[in-house]
């Protein structure tokens, strides 16, 4: 049994390609982010030919209905912004008054991301093995390193919590993210316990646990902070029936605004009673409580 100490949940609004490659867009969902009471707007940073072999770069788009370019490696780079683009949404961020972030994918996006001085940097699970790229956050960055655990093994996860140990960065720069990589995720392959077998190997080897959610709803976000996630990731839309992959998984402002107001709701009720019968029941109990006769 955890006794966690309940701090104020963080919530990332991952928007990360939800922008369908129009700047304009992006901006409007980090305005409609901030709205919603979102600690962070977050992107994703590719540099796509260093990512893709040239066969992958040239084949067509597996879902054509959500593609953005005549092949795979159009598509992306449709969905990419350059690293003064980069620079531009978190001046904005810092205008508005909402945290800027991003997902990096390789070593040339972690460096043009470093470079721009974001305050956070997310690794995606698909590349928390990608160790020149990790050794440039650990090594050529001072801030905070996020690192989801989709489609990764314990052992996995073990070898990247040790490689920030080996320079004593881990206890206050990794936040490490339960996660399922799926989109979207069912309930049954949500997995939540995970949580706790994180916070039994890392509580006092990390910064802090996560959660990042590709499911639909927020019920499971709440239950995920309840099991000790301080960090709450969710992605983001203005509208789930736009084109592209990631906007069925995706919350619009209603689901976002719910999700922040009920965090928040959760993180007031989680505490003990500070006296065996609390103000607000003693008017009940002076009336309704059973005397004896």
């Known amino acids: 049994m955890f006794n966690f100490n309940y701090q104020k949940p963080k919530v990332i609004s991952e928007i990360g390609c939800n922008h369908m490659g129009q700047f304009e867009i992006a901006k409007e969902l980090l305005f409609l982010s901030k709205a919603c009471g979102a600690d962070y707007g977050k992107f994703q940073k590719r540099t796509n030919k260093e ?3 040239e066969e992958q770069y040239n084949a067509p788009h597996p879902n ?3 593609s953005y370019g005549d092949t795979y490696g159009a598509h992306r780079e ?3 912004f350059s690293q003064d683009q980069h620079a531009e949404l978190k001046k904005y961020c810092e205008e508005i008054g909402i945290g800027y972030a991003t997902s990096v994918w390789d070593t040339t996006s972690a460096r043009e991301i470093i470079e721009i001085g974001a305050e956070l940097i997310k690794v995606p699970s698909a590349c928390n093995n990608h160790y020149e790229m990790l050794t440039m956050l650990r090594d050529g960055y001072e801030g905070d390193v996020h690192l989801s655990t989709g489609m990764t093994t314990k052992d996995e ?3 990247v919590v040790k490689f920030f140990e080996e320079t004593g960065q881990a206890k206050d720069r990794l936040i490490v993210y339960s996660c399922t990589s799926g989109y979207p995720v069912p309930f049954n392959d949500l997995c939540l316990l995970e949580i706790n077998n994180l916070y039994d190997r890392y509580e006092s080897r990390v910064k802090a646990i996560g959660f990042s959610g590709h499911h639909l709803g927020i019920m499971a976000d709440i239950a995920a902070y309840t099991l000790g996630a301080h960090w709450i990731e969710r992605h983001f839309t203005k509208n789930r029936a736009w084109k592209g992959t990631d906007h069925a998984a995706s919350l619009e402002v209603s689901g976002m605004q719910k999700l922040v107001r009920d ?4 993180h007031e009720a989680l505490t003990y ?6 103000d607000i029941e003693r008017v009940q109990r002076d009336k309704l409580k059973y005397r004896k006769s």
């Open 78 to 80: 449709y969905l990419e």
């Open 273 to 278: 009673k500070n006296t065996e019968i609390l």
């Open 157 to 159: 996860i073990e070898e």
């Open 263 to 266: 965090l928040h709701h959760a």
């Open 51 to 53: 990512l893709l072999t």
């Open 64 to 66: 054509p209905y959500n």
